[in-house]
C-alpha cells in the first residue's frame, strides 16, 4: 500500500531513547515530570505576563512569546515519546509523522530567532537607553516577533517538503524519540543529497544568523557595561542579561551539537542524547530561569498570591 508522494511506508515505529525494560518506568517518571513542569511553568509564566500591565514590555513580551513557544513544540512530541515507555510497539502514520516534523522545526527555528529578538532588546535596553522606547516600540516588537514565526514558517517548509519527495520502502524504524531530520534521512531507500543540502544550508543560516546576531549584540553589551563606573551598576546591567545567557547557551549549543554533525549511526546516538536538552529540559528551565533570576516576575507573582488570598479570606 502507498503513502504519498510515493512513499511505501504508511507508518512509522518510533524507537525512543532506549529498548532496555528495565529503564522504561524510571524514564517515563522523569520525563512525565519534566513535561508537567513545562506545561505548569511555561502556562504560568505566560498567565502573569498577561495579568500583570506592569509586564508588558517589549522584554516580556517577547519573554510571552519564548514561553508560548516552548509550551507549543515540547507537546507536539512529548504525549507520543511518553506513550513510548509503556506501549510495546510506538507507531505513528506517514502523515503523522510528516505533521510532527513540520510543527516541530517550525517552532524550534521560531525560538532561534525569538531569543535574537531578546538579545537585541538587552542591547538596546543597555546600551540605548534613553532610546528604549522608540526602538522598542509595539510595532518593532510586533515585526520582530512576526519575523521569528516568518522564520520558522519558511524552515520548516522547507525541510518537510524536501522531506515528502523521499522514498521509504522497508525500513521504518525511526532511531529517535521523535520524527526529526536526520533519523529519517536514514530509512530513505532514494538519494538524500538535496535534503543533504538544505539541511546544511537551512540550519547553518538558522544557527550562524542569530548566533552571530546574539555574539555582536553581548559584545556591545559588555563593552558598554565595563564602562560604568560603579561596581553595583555593573552587577544591575549584567544581572538583566544573565537569564538570556543560560538560555541560549543551552538552546543553541545542543541544537549545534545534534544538527552540525555528520549524521551516522553513532553520531545519531550522541546527538539523541544532546536533543533532549533543548527539546525536554530547555523549555522546562526556561521560565524558572526567567522568573526565580528576575525581580518584577516574583512581584508581580507575590501580588496575584495576595489577590488570591484576599478573595478566600471573603
Known amino acids: 500500500m502507498l503513502a504519498g508522494n510515493g512513499s511505501f511506508v504508511t507508518e512509522f515505529v518510533i524507537a525512543g531513547l532506549t529498548d532496555r525494560p528495565e529503564l522504561q ?24 505576563i498577561g495579568l500583570n500591565s506592569h509586564l508588558h514590555t517589549p522584554m516580556y513580551y517577547f519573554l510571552f512569546n519564548l514561553s508560548f513557544i516552548d509550551l507549543c513544540y515540547s507537546s507536539v512530541f512529548s504525549p507520543k515519546m511518553l506513550m513510548n515507555f509503556v506501549s510495546k510497539k510506538n507507531v505513528i502514520s506517514y502523515v503523522g509523522c510528516m505533521t510532527q516534523l513540520f510543527f516541530f522545526l517550525f517552532f524550534v527555528i521560531s525560538e532561534c530567532y525569538m531569543l535574537t529578538s531578546m538579545a537585541y532588546d538587552r542591547y538596546v535596553a543597555i546600551c540605548n537607553p534613553l532610546l528604549y522606547k522608540v526602538n522598542m516600540s509595539p510595532q518593532v516588537c510586533s515585526v520582530l516577533c512576526f519575523a521569528a ?23 521504518n524504524v525511526i532511531n529517535h524519540y521523535l520524527c526529526d531530520i536526520l533519523p529519517l534521512l536514514q530509512l530513505s531507500c532514494s538519494s538524500t543529497y538535496v535534503n543533504e543540502l538544505v539541511v546544511l544550508i537551512v540550519v547553518s543560516i538558522n544557527i550562524t544568523v542569530p548566533s552571530f546576531t546574539i555574539l555582536i549584540s553581548y559584545v556591545f553589551i559588555i563593552t558598554n557595561i565595563l564602562h560604568i563606573k560603579s561596581i553595583q551598576g555593573r552587577i544591575k546591567a549584567f544581572s538583566t542579561c544573565s537569564s ?25 546516538e550522541e546527538g539523541k542524547i544532546s536533543s533532549i536538552f533543548y527539546t525536554n529540559v530547555g523549555p522546562m528551565l526556561n521560565p524558572l530561569i526567567y522568573s526565580l533570576r528576575n525581580k518584577d516576575v516574583k ?10 488570598r484576599k478573595r478566600d479570606k471573603f
Open 299 to 308: 512581584v508581580a507573582l507575590k501580588r496575584i498570591l495576595i489577590k488570591f
Open 149 to 171: 514565526y516568518g522564520m520558522g514558517f519558511a524552515g520548516a517548509f522547507a525541510h518537510t517538503g524536501c522531506m515528502l519527495r523521499l522514498n521509504f520502502c522497508n525500513a
Open 25 to 48: 518506568l524510571p524514564l517515563l517518571s522523569l520525563f512525565l515530570m519534566i513535561y508537567v513542569v513545562t506545561l505548569v511553568g511555561n502556562c504560568g509564566l505566560i498567565t502573569l
Open 244 to 268: 538570556h545567557i543560560i538560555a541560549i547557551s543551552l538552546f543553541f549549543g545542543s541544537a549545534a551539537f545534534m544538527y552540525l554533525k555528520y549524521s551516522s549511526p553513532g553520531s545519531m
